[in-house]
């Protein structure tokens, strides 16, 4: 079974031919990602789980549901699922947040891990990793392998565009791991970017 779940919204059309254009600049690049990241973070987290609670209202007392503790982990790949994790976190404030610090070497195309800082009980926690692109899927797989290596058993990841060649990878590696995204593209190039994509994800956040 696939585990590729494409969120289909006249929204995220609109939002996504933003983001792919050329020309937009990157204040407009970033604010439109952080409101693609609502999108995209309304539907990857849909599986979060909830506990009953009682509480008043201003008219009578009601069994309502919240959230279960301790919170959901977002966990950024950086430096760009930061662009992503922005918007998360305005939809779910009360989560904490990791960061995994993995670039891209430009020659082999293997991600070359750099960073990592994970909450001590991330294990305890639903775990959302963000990072908008999905290439050739070695980033994510990393960054993936390192939350399994801390003990996480419950993680989606929920990225902006994903190429064929990294759902192949991440579904081989992480068959249970769910793959949210907002766009299938068609291929990679020879330097591994995504076509027709966006370029270069972190560049276009951070104007590099
Ligand atoms: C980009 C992107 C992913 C990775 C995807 O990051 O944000 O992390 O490439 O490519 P892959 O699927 O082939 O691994 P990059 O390494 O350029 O680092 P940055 O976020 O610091 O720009
Ligand atoms: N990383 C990006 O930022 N863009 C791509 O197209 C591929 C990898």
Redesign the pocket.
């Known amino acids: 079974m696939s585990s590729l779940h494409l969120v289909t919204h006249p929204l995220i059309d609109h939002k996504m031919a933003i983001l792919r254009a050329v020309d937009t600049p990157s204040p407009q690049f970033r604010q439109t990602l952080r409101e693609m990241s609502w999108l995209l973070g309304f539907a990857g987290m849909a599986h979060l789980k909830t506990r009953p609670v009682s509480l008043t209202t201003p008219l009578e007392q009601m069994q309502a549901r919240q959230l279960t503790d301790p919170a959901p982990c977002l966990v950024s790949i950086l430096r760009?699922g930061n662009g992503l994790v922005q918007g998360l976190l305005e939809l779910l404030p009360e989560a904490s947040v990791g960061h995994l610090g993995m670039a891209?070497d430009h020659d082999s195309l293997e991600p070359v891990d750099y960073y990592s800082n994970l909450p001590a009980d991330i294990s305890e926690r639903q775990v959302i990793l963000a990072d908008?692109?999905l290439?050739t899927g070695g980033s994510a797989v990393a960054a993936a392998d390192r939350l399994r290596a801390a003990g996480v058993s419950d993680c989606v990841f929920i990225c902006l565009?994903a190429?064929p060649e990294g759902v192949a990878r991440f579904e081989a590696a992480h068959p249970d791991i769910p793959i949210i995204t907002g766009a299938l593209d068609r291929q990679?190039n020879d330097q591994?970017?995504?076509l027709p994509?966006?370029?270069?994800?972190?560049?276009r956040i951070y104007a590099t």
Do not use: C
Request: aromatic share 6%; charged share 15%.
């Open positions: 760009a891209r908008p692109m290439a565009l190429a990679l591994g970017y995504i994509g966006l370029g270069d994800a972190g560049d």
